[in-house]
């Protein structure tokens, strides 16, 4: 059964539609701004579904925009449905808010597509594995934020054993599958976890050899989230640690996608790469 849009997707529907209304009325930006009292940047935000928006802006902004009686109700409700508070707000400063926003992305999106060249992506993690990986970021860690991260990280991993999962397509550098992150005991459950999720119909995962040589994404990382209901949503996201970028420009979404088939050319097979798997889990 089909799922139903979280409040990112109905988040970012109502500021598409609310920047559409304004450009329509020829409204500026700074005069729109103003009529809420906020600045500019806040408002170009809202209409990029990157922050929520009030019930009462849209009350303000309607009679600005032109915008019907009937409309205005049908926009006041999107804004609930919007404002609806995301599963992880129960995680608190666990979760800072450059990476709320991808946490709402993720739990909506129908298709991600990621390229690691350090560790197993997040929602392909064991949680022994995701322990280690906590502990290595944040070595004064306690047990119980430790508890909490590796709770984090399976509630985020519901959405790919659930109903309506969506489609993940992972290649790992090899690197991934040979560093021992938590240990050999560690990473063999590891990579088995990841040949069990590799097997699933909608999923797929490729190791990408050293012996390919240079590839397109030596920089960095990355993941892509596609939205088929709503492809203007369609985002690259790039982590660092400390903060997250978000491309949606045709040309970067372009780019990314063309840099993922260049890799997914380039790495072993689906049914290559399992048996890779299986061969470096032979010898932990």
């Known amino acids: ?5 979280g409040p990112t997707i109905r988040r970012w529907q109502l500021g598409n539609e609310l920047r559409e209304a304004r450009e329509a009325a020829r409204v500026s930006i700074r005069a729109a701004a ?8 806040t408002l170009s935000k809202i209409e990029g579904g990157k922050q929520a928006i009030k019930g ?17 109700e049908r926009l006041l409700a999107l804004a609930e449905e919007a404002n609806k508070p995301g599963w992880w707000v129960s995680y608190g400063k666990l979760v800072p808010d450059w990476f709320r926003l991808f946490l709402g992305y993720e739990s909506d999106a129908s298709e991600q597509m990621t390229y690691e060249s350090e560790l197993v992506p997040g929602l392909l993690q064991d949680s022994d594995y995701a322990r280690a990986v906590a502990l290595a970021a944040k070595p004064d860690s306690t047990d119980n934020e430790l ?8 509630e985020r991993q519901q959405r790919i054993t659930g109903d309506d999962p969506p489609t993940v397509h992972a290649v790992l550098n090899e690197a991934v599958l040979l560093r021992k992150v938590g240990g050999a005991d560690v990473m063999r459950n590891q990579l088995e976890h990841l040949t069990s999720l590799a097997k699933l119909p909608h999923v797929t995962v490729q190791v990408l050899p050293f012996d390919v040589g240079a590839h397109p994404a030596m920089t960095a990382p990355f993941h892509m989230l596609g939205f088929a209901d709503v492809p203007g949503m369609n985002t690259v996201y790039l982590e660092n640690g400390r903060g997250a970028l978000y491309l949606e420009k045709p040309d970067d979404l372009a780019r990314y996608r063309t840099m993922f088939d260049q890799l997914t050319r380039l790495a072993l097979n689906p049914q290559a790469s399992l048996k890779e798997i299986a061969r470096v889990m032979s010898n932990l």
Do not use: H, N, W
């Open 147 to 154: 508890d909490k991260q590796v709770e984090l990280r399976r």
């Open 34 to 41: 103003a009529e809420i009292e906020v600045q500019a940047s």
């Open 56 to 72: 009462t802006y849209v009350k303000l902004l309607a009679p600005m925009f032109g915008i019907s009686r009937d409309e205005r």
């Open 1 to 5: 059964m089909p799922r139903t849009p």
